[in-house]
């Protein structure tokens, strides 16, 4: 179990989207949360309300895709206190057939979505393992679980911070540091697919940006293994036995992607995207 009252907590993605609400349940834990994302004002909208729920929260503007730069900015954090807690929230989808997907748009799902997680976690684990206490809590998908068509890159970050996470845990086995994972499904009132303005396919099972903050405090008051955030107790365990069932037949995975919508509701948002650009 780990407590998070009067921790220090480095949450990526801090600035909108679920990143939000995840500040705001550990401020209402008056935890010190430092707050990393690009937007210097989204991090100064963040910090004010971090602190007017009990928290207290700092910014450092960041673009974390810059792998090589983040020892400076772990030196930087480590000058003002040691970190308790690494929440690996930031992330970003870009949706193309693979083929069209330039290889700067590989680098950049792959370095915001996983390097930059892994490489945030390798320098904050020594402190940690000295102190014998830490917890890291990864954001991944259900994209992590079943490949997402026209969101390839997306889905191969995704499994890949789930089977690392999965593999640096037994690693971590006894140390008294934890490494949880969260898997949201669609979140439909804020985040990343709301910002589409394209509904998420009903019968897919869906949640809100709450649900997954709520899920990060259970991961590490419980330290549980791996969450499933994906609508009300009969979905999660449904989509449990599908993705179990999906272990036997991959192709049953991919009509049910169809069935349920996944296929066209990101066809919609390449369409979507290329309407923005
Ligand atoms: N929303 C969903 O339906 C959903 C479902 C499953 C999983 N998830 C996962 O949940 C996590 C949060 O998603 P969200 O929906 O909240 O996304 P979002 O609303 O798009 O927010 C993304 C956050 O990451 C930050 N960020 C993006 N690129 C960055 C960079 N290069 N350097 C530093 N910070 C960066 C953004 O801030 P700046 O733009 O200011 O940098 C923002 O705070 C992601 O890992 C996502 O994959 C979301």
Same mark, same amino acid.
């Given at each position: 179990m780990t407590i998070i009252a009067g921790k220090t907590i480095l949450l990526t993605g801090a600035s909108r989207g679920i990143g939000r609400f995840i500040a705001h349940e550990l401020a209402q834990k008056q935890a010190t949360v430092i707050c990393i994302s690009r937007s210097q004002e989204g991090l100064d909208r963040i910090c004010s309300s971090i602190n007017a729920l009990g928290g207290k929260g700092m910014g450092i503007p960041f673009d974390i895709s810059n792998v090589e730069q983040l020892p400076i900015l772990v030196e930087k954090i480590e000058n003002i206190g040691s970190v308790d807690i690494l929440i690996n929230n930031a992330g970003i989808e870009i949706y193309k057939v693979f083929q069209d997907y330039s290889i700067k748009d590989i680098q950049s799902v792959l370095s915001i979505n996983l390097l930059a997680a892994m490489e945030l976690t390798r320098l904050l684990l020594p402190n940690m393992l000295n102190q014998g206490s830490g917890h890291i809590v990864n954001i991944?998908?259900?994209?992590?679980?079943?490949g997402h068509p026209y969101d390839s890159i997306y889905s191969a970050s995704k499994?890949?911070?789930?089977?690392?996470?999965?593999?640096?845990?037994?690693?971590?086995?006894?140390?008294?540091?934890?490494?949880?994972?969260?898997?949201?499904?669609?979140?439909?009132?804020?985040?990343?697919?709301a910002d589409t303005g394209v509904?998420?396919?009903? $019968? #897919?099972?869906?949640?809100?940006?709450?649900?997954?903050?709520? /899920? &990060?405090? @259970?991961?590490?008051?419980?330290?549980?293994?791996?969450?499933?955030?994906?609508?009300?107790?009969?979905?999660?365990?449904?989509?449990?036995?599908? $993705? #179990?069932?999906?272990?036997?037949?991959?192709?049953?995975?991919? /009509? &049910?992607? @169809?069935?349920?919508?996944?296929?066209?509701?990101?066809?919609?948002?390449?369409?979507?995207?290329?309407?923005?650009?």
């Open positions: 991944a998908s259900l994209a992590a679980k079943k499994a890949g911070l789930l089977m690392w996470s999965n593999a640096v845990r037994q690693e971590l086995a006894s140390t008294g540091v934890h490494i949880s994972t969260v898997c949201p499904g669609y979140i439909s009132n804020y985040g990343m697919l509904p998420a396919p009903k $019968l #897919a099972g869906i949640s809100q940006a709450e649900d997954v903050a709520k /899920a &990060v405090i @259970r991961a590490m008051e419980l330290n549980q293994a791996e969450i499933i955030v994906n609508g009300n107790i009969m979905m999660q365990t449904l989509t449990r036995l599908l $993705l #179990a069932t999906e272990q036997f037949f991959p192709r049953l995975g991919d /009509a &049910v992607n @169809r069935w349920l919508g996944v296929t066209r509701l990101n066809q919609m948002r390449i369409k979507s995207c290329n309407q923005r650009e």
